[in-house]
């Protein structure tokens, strides 16, 4: 009766929906009648959505024809119908016709299907759903099917899928409508800043990642930019992350392991979704051992019913369905955890490395916080739901078990388990110990390279690049050392991983064959398949427990960094305007920080009180070493405090630091320094700072982009540039360090005439200086000795107390100025005044602007392959080590352990198919052995991988290195270091660890994956043809996928870059933008670089989740078609082992394929490191450094004698030239000086002598040696030089002196004390093996200049350059510098390029460089005889701003 009920309830529906098609198709037609002329045409549907209305009109014609033919059917066998089969026909018939009347007009309008097709999709859908489920649960458990619920048919079962996706189409249409109207916009955008396409999808599309369908329809017409990728969604955004984590830490403030709790509870509701799916994926994951020995008893023939085989290969596809949906939500959901997890770190180690004390913070530790600590943290996220899911895995693998096996086995596999886990978790600890010490070493080789990068054009001019390398390679092989282990390590947790079934299935079987418990085919390959399920639990325990303690490494070290910034808060400055005072001092000591406790002996120790008034001049003066720099340093609070008071400044601050910090951009951007553009101050400014002239000449203007550094200005410029920073800021309080040392006299004059009298005279400025002739317009002066003001006070009293400091250091000056005085004549004072009222001066750019302006602004984009990664990039990889001899063995290896697998497996399903085919003795001993066999295979192929990679790596890394090193100049000067540390920390680690495994892992599941088809097709040949149409549509997919992931994947790597860039140049720059107040600028181009970075790492993994669940669905087809081919094929025609065997290995049909596709794509992502570290092993290199037919004698030069003949140098073929046929001997012993003005070519003539740049015509000989005839070494190990900017290297101070190791300590304490330093290196009580920091960071530049001296005085070089030498040290150190060097070069030749008149005029010789041409040259004496002379200008301008203060000083004294 009950039946009778339902069958008409369903007839009334079904009619009901019948009336309402009809209605709604008159409606509508009446509608389109009474609005025939507004019909809207323009909206042009988008393809995707084309193309999904097609699918949908085709499922209904399909399930219509289903129905449509199972009633011909019916009425053929048994001459009469079921009335509701007739009803069911007809009502999908008209949905059929409504729907294919409805295309036109949903597709021309696009508008929602309507309302009525909608719910009659959805009700055919539940009700199918319902019928089934119930029909199916009867099945397994036996049971009658409820009297209500009609028994269901064979187009029941076909048609639920198609009915699923009718479904889903009732609501994609608005999301496709929405997206269908950012589709335009995303083409036509500047910057992508729209996230409506992931925020604005709808269920189906986040289920199938339809959202990413537009940027696929970009990737396909054009090459993929950053403006085409919308933003991140607005959770994952810099700014919110950050902001959330921070509010997260003030929370969990006062407890000790704050950071992770504070992840935690910032990312907590994501972390809560993520895990949902990953619980429904485990569950859904275990369906299939546990369904698979229903399947293999049907096909034994203990179940005649093909409904049942129908219903468990319909239940084991669902379960498959549902594995894949989850897993891919699961996995895209924990990258986008990483990604807000990542972006947050990142912005909190900035923000506090931003506010850290200067010097606080080395930049390669820098670096890896960011790119690799905060990397590991976010990839973490991937991980953390492994903690529970492990014991959830293991019990469900146990009840699978019991249920087939019964409990003692089932014990026997859980102790198994257990068994191979603790075997697993010491090699895990070995592997994460190992881990952390290649990740020490690694630290101090990338900080080496960077320091190596800053330094490269020192060590080429000293010729020591062949040591430095060295010393890299050598810390490399000791990382490679490191590395070898850890490979092993891995090699045999690899092992582990592909034996552990292997060894659970012998103990659980033993255990079965000693109780005498019962075996079948199906119980046996439901076993074997749980043990591979299990094999995941197993081998992720130690990767876990690994991967968490390399996590909690890393949040040590970061948590450590937050930590020790806390401790160093900067001062809060007074902004009161009330009172005169600017500058507040208390007494109170001041130290840098030291990792030594016996160096509490402070820096700066302020004596008494002391205040400095609104628009007073201060001028601090000192000899080398007193502490000048320090004292500004602690003024600005960047010298922590160690007592005292504190020194209050009242108003804003501006900062010109000694060693002038640039930033990469353009001129312009570096004066205004993030504020509004004033134009007329704005060209006062360039006035003012003499900066007009540079201007001009270079291509740009002030538009002109400044290298890294400002690596392509000179020591002038940069100084230059930076005042106009300091003087554009309009500050209330100056502070200049030194501002006047890397001009000339002209210059120095002038910017202190211009700038500090004029534009600052309502201004308070602090100035250090050693030019004691701008002392006497300073309102106070400051004389520092040993760290302390020893005198203060008004210029005239101080000079006029005959013991003072000062006055020494007057005595000095004046020595230096009768020196020059001497060689003027009587009546050049008295002369005509010097024209030169308003001096035009530009310093000269050294590496030439002109030269670099192309390449400047090429540099700022990196350049990057475009297309797929080429097979030469593959080829070279893979036959890099041994000549890929090794490679055929692995893969043979690989095939072996595949065969024998499956014989194993075979061999119990067939052995077990009937009780008493084999003794128990026989079943268990060829298991073992097959088994077993099939590890030794495994072993072999991890240890020759582990080789393999090991060479691989080596070989690329010194490929890379050695090209680098050999690059000329003009490469390092177009290329961020940034862009060369990532080729060499990210990229190498990529190498070292990474991709060797994805290449293997690639082949060997390819032949797992064609293993499983032959196997499949042996058993059901039908399913051949299936498989070539099922790979020929996934490789067109992946093909599809891969134009797009591939540049998705390369802006990874280039929008990483430019983080650590400004990262580093910030750090580098901390005490500059503390000073200006520029955090918050700092701040928001590090949140836009982030997010940048974010969007391209959110979108590259989010096409992979596309493209997988694509894949997984039709491979899942696959596994169900051939179920049902199993199930429709005569029992006689199926072995129902081998069948089994097919059916298991057919589970992991779509991990497996999926992990081919993934790993297809990802190697070729990751193949673009290999393509990057390639693309620098052809950087054009140097000439040869050893030229071995062309060797100057050992003892060459033996005179010293230059001669020039018609030298012409350009940088670029493309630029002017720069020296335009010079001719000139510089005779061998001489001292000459080299002189001139803007743009002259002075450095240009020292380059082109070392060959730094090669000329371009002419030649140089030296002894008669044509220079560009000998190898680079050969020449430029027999010159010495003194570079302009003076360069240590972190390490010693006797590596510093003598980096070669070719001198006594006796010969370097000799050299120490003619250099003045021997009584400095004596306080610190390690002497020459004191430490010397990062950059020379714990010594002052004069100190720095002093060192550089001591080195070339070391090596004893007949031709010696002196390149602005003693620019940063004061007059009185430099009167004795410069008689130590004539003392030291008598016989030498020495060319000395300086802007100190002194320096140069007691030389033989003086050229005069006027525009790349010889303007004069002679003795000084002689081009002074005509006062019309260029050097007679420049001495006439030294005396006349120093005559003034000498009288001064005699009338005083």
Same mark, same amino acid.
């Given at each position: ?83 509701? /089969? ?45 019928? @089934? ?75 199938? %990642? ?54 935690? /509870? ?46 468990? &290969? ?35 180690? /900035? ?31 991937? /991980? ?10 293991? =019990? ?33 600890? =070995? ?55 850890? @490979? ?200 003012? !700072? ?250 072999? *192929? ?6 393999? &990679? ?15 090193? *050999? ?32 290449? &293997? ?25 299936? %498989? ?301 093996? &004191? ?16 060192? !550089?001296?001591? *080195? ?102």
């Amino acid at each position: 009766m009950e039946s009778v009920v339902m069958d008409i309830s369903l007839e009334v529906v079904n009619g009901a929906f019948v009336i309402a098609f009809l209605t709604w198709v008159l409606r509508d037609v009446w509608r389109q009648r009474r609005d025939s002329g507004d019909v809207n045409l323009e909206q042009r549907p988008t393809r995707g959505y084309r193309v999904f209305t097609t699918i949908t009109v085709l499922s209904n014609v399909m399930v219509s024809i289903s129905y449509l033919g199972f009633v011909l059917f019916e009425y053929w066998n048994h001459r009469n119908i079921a009335r509701k /089969y007739v009803f069911l026909a007809m009502t999908w018939f008209l949905a059929t016709l409504l729907t294919i009347y409805a295309k036109k007009r949903t597709l021309g309008e696009d508008k929602r299907w309507p309302l009525v097709l909608t719910l009659w999709w959805v009700f055919s859908c539940v009700f199918d759903s319902v019928s @089934l489920s119930i029909y199916a649960i009867t099945l397994l458990r036996s049971m009658d099917l409820p009297i209500f619920m009609p028994e269901p048919n064979i187009v029941d079962f076909t048609s639920l899928p198609l009915a699923l996706v009718l479904c889903f189409s009732a609501f994609p249409s608005s999301c496709t409508r929405k997206r269908s109207d950012i589709v335009e916009p995303l083409l036509r955008k500047e910057n992508g800043s729209s996230s409506a396409g992931f925020t604005n999808a709808g269920i189906w599309s986040q289920v199938t %990642f339809q959202w990413l369908n537009p940027i696929f329809k970009i990737g396909r017409i054009q090459k993929l930019e950053l403006p085409h990728i919308p933003s991140v969604p607005q959770s994952e955004t810099a700014e919110d992350a950050s902001l959330l984590l921070e509010e997260s830490l003030r929370k969990q403030k006062f407890e000790d392991s704050s950071l992770p709790k504070a992840i935690a /509870y910032a990312i907590w509701k994501s972390l809560l979704t993520n895990a949902a799916f990953a619980g429904v994926n485990t569950i859904a994951s275990y369906m299939g051992p546990l369904l698979i020995s229903n399947f293999v008893n049907f096909l034994s023939g203990n179940d005649s019913s093909i409904l049942n085989g129908l219903n468990i &290969a319909f239940f084991l596809f669902f379960a498959k369905t549902v594995e894949s949906v989850t897993q891919r939500q699961w996995y895209f959901g924990a990258q986008r955890i990483s990604i807000q997890v990542r972006a947050a770190l990142m912005v909190l180690i /900035y923000k506090k490395s931003l506010s850290i004390k200067y010097g606080g913070l080395s930049n390669g530790k820098a670096i890896n916080l960011i790119n690799v600590d905060a990397e590991r943290i976010g990839d973490f996220c991937w /991980y953390i739901h492994g903690v529970w899911l492990l014991p959830v895995q293991v =019990i469900l693998a146990l009840i699978i078990l019991y249920k087939n096996l019964g409990a003692a086995p089932s014990i026997a596999a859980l102790f198994a388990t257990i068994l191979v886990m603790l075997c697993n978790t010491p090699l895990a600890n =070995i592997q994460e110990r190992l881990h952390s010490k290649i990740m020490e070493v690694k630290d101090s080789r990338i900080k080496v390279t960077s320091e190596v990068l800053k330094s490269m054009r020192v060590l080429k001019l000293h010729s020591w690049e062949s040591t430095f390398r060295k010393k890299l390679l050598h810390l490399r092989e000791t990382e490679r050392s490191w590395l070898e282990r850890y @490979l092993y390590t891995c090699s045999a947790v690899a092992f582990l991983f592909w034996a552990s079934p292997t060894f659970v299935s012998v103990i659980t079987f033993g255990v079965c064959i000693v109780l005498n418990t019962p075996l079948t085919a199906g119980t046996v390959l439901s076993a074997l398949a749980t043990f591979r399920i299990l094999q995941e639990p197993i081998y992720n325990l130690p990767e876990l427990i690994s991967m968490t303690a390399q996590t909690k490494v890393s949040v040590d070290r970061i948590q450590n960094f937050i930590g020790e910034e806390d401790q160093k808060k900067l001062l809060q400055y007074h902004t009161s305007a009330e009172s005169n005072i600017a500058i507040e001092f208390e007494a109170g000591e001041y130290t840098w920080e030291t990792g030594d406790e016996k160096s509490k002996r402070p820096t700066i120790k302020i004596m008494e009180k002391m205040n400095i008034m609104k628009g007073y001049k201060v001028a601090i003066c000192g000899p080398v070493g007193s502490g000048k720099s320090s004292l500004l340093s602690s003024i600005i609070g960047e010298i922590p405090r160690i007592s005292g008071a504190g020194i209050k400044i009242y108003g804003t601050k501006a900062y010109v630091p000694q060693s002038a910090w640039i930033q990469t951009g353009t001129i312009r951007e570096n004066v205004l320094f993030g504020k509004e553009m004033n134009k007329a101050f704005y060209e006062d400014i360039l006035e003012a !700072c003499a900066l007009k002239q540079d201007i001009k000449m270079w291509l740009g203007g002030d538009l002109s982009v400044v290298g890294e550094r400002g690596i392509n200005l000179s020591g002038g410029q940069k100084q230059r540039i930076q005042l106009a920073r300091a003087v554009y800021s309009d500050a209330d309080v100056y502070f200049l360090d030194d501002p006047f040392s890397a001009v000339d006299a002209h210059t120095g004059t002038y910017l202190f005439k211009n700038c500090l009298m004029q534009l600052l005279s309502q201004k308070t400025v602090v100035y250090a200086t050693h030019q004691v002739e701008f002392l006497d317009a300073a309102d106070i002066v400051l004389v520092m000795n040993d760290g302390r003001i020893v005198q203060s006070g008004k210029y005239e009293d101080l000079i006029a107390d005959p013991s003072s400091e000062l006055v020494r250091q007057m005595d000095a000056h004046r020595k230096s100025l009768n020196h020059v005085n001497s060689y003027q004549h009587d009546n050049s004072l008295t002369s005509r005044p010097s024209p030169m009222n308003q001096i035009e001066v530009a310093e000269e750019n050294f590496e030439g602007p002109i030269k670099n302006e192309k390449l400047t602004v090429r540099s700022q984009e990196e350049e990057t392959e475009t297309g797929r990664v080429k097979w030469s990039v593959y080829s070279t990889f893979v036959t890099s080590a041994y000549k890929g001899a090794l490679v055929p063995v692995i893969l043979l290896c690989q095939v072996l352990f595949q065969g024998l697998q499956m014989g194993s497996n075979y061999w119990m399903a067939w052995a077990t198919e009937v009780e008493g085919k084999v003794s128990r003795k026989q079943l268990i001993g060829i298991f073992v052995l097959l088994s077993g066999g099939s590890s030794i295979f495994i072993l072999g *192929r991890a240890v020759l991988l582990a080789t393999i &990679a090991v060479e691989t790596a080596q070989r690329l890394f010194c490929g890379m290195i050695t090209s680098v090193f *050999r690059a000329p100049i003009s490469f390092f000067d177009s290329t961020p270091s940034s862009r060369i540390l990532s080729r060499s920390s990210t990229d190498q680690s990529t190498v070292d660890t990474d991709i060797p495994f994805r290449l &293997a892992g690639l082949a060997f599941a390819l032949i797992q994956l064609f293993s499983i088809i032959i196997l499949m097709s042996h058993v059901a040949w039908q399913v051949f043809p299936l %498989f070539l149409a099922i790979l020929a549509i996934s490789i067109w997919y992946q093909a599809y996928y891969i134009t797009t992931a591939r540049e998705l994947a390369r802006m990874v790597g280039i929008h990483k870059a430019p983080i650590l860039h400004h990262f580093s140049e910030s750090v580098s720059g901390a005490a500059t933008i503390h000073c200006f107040n520029q955090e918050d600028r700092f701040l928001t181009k590090i949140l836009s670089l982030i997010d940048d970075y974010s969007r391209v790492a959110f979108y590259n993994s989010a096409t992979m989740e596309w493209l997988c669940v694509r894949i997984n669905f039709l491979f899942n087809l696959v596994f169900f078609l051939v179920l049902i081919i199993l199930v429709g094929l005569p029992r006689s025609a199926v072995n129902p082992s081998l069948a089994g065997l097919a059916a298991t290995y057919g589970l992991n049909l779509n991990v497996l394929q999926a992990w081919v596709i993934w790993n297809m794509c990802n190697v070729e992502n990751k193949m673009i490191s290999v393509e990057r570290i390639l693309q620098f092993t052809n950087i054009p290199s140097e000439a040869p450094l050893v030229i071995e037919d062309c060797r100057p004698k050992p003892e060459w030069p033996t005179d010293g004698r230059i001669e020039l003949e018609n030298l012409q140098v350009q940088y670029n073929p493309a630029l002017p030239v720069v020296l335009k046929g010079i001719t000139c001997t510089f005779p061998g012993e001489k001292k000459i000086g080299v002189v001139g003005r803007t743009g002259s070519g002075k450095s240009t003539l020292i380059q082109a002598l070392f060959r730094v740049v090669e000329p371009s015509g002419g030649r140089i000989l030296i002894d008669g040696v044509d220079i560009c005839k000998i190898g680079l070494q050969d020449l430029r190990s027999r010159l010495g030089i003194i570079p302009q900017d003076p360069t240590l290297f972190q390490g010693t101070i006797r590596s510093n002196l003598d980096p070669l190791q070719q001198h006594s300590d006796q010969e370097i304490w000799e050299v120490l004390g003619k250099c003045h330093l021997a009584e400095m290196v004596k306080q610190d009580q390690r002497l020459l093996d &004191a430490p010397v920091a990062e950059d020379g960071g714990n010594w002052s530049v004069g100190q720095r200049q002093l060192v !550089c001296l001591a *080195r070339v005085l070391l090596k004893k070089r007949k031709i010696l350059v002196l390149d602005e030498a003693t620019a940063s040290i004061d007059s009185a150190t430099d009167s004795l510098i410069q008689q130590t060097i004539r003392d030291e070069t008598k016989g030498c030749t020495v060319i000395t390029v300086a802007h100190r008149i002194p320096t140069v005029i007691d030389n033989e010789l003086v050229l005069v460089l006027d525009e790349g041409k010889v303007a004069e040259y002679g003795s000084p004496a002689q081009l002074l005889e005509d006062n019309s002379s260029s050097f007679s200008k420049l001495v006439t301008e030294f005396l006349r701003r120093s005559s003034k203060k000498n009288n001064h000083d005699r009338e005083l004294s």
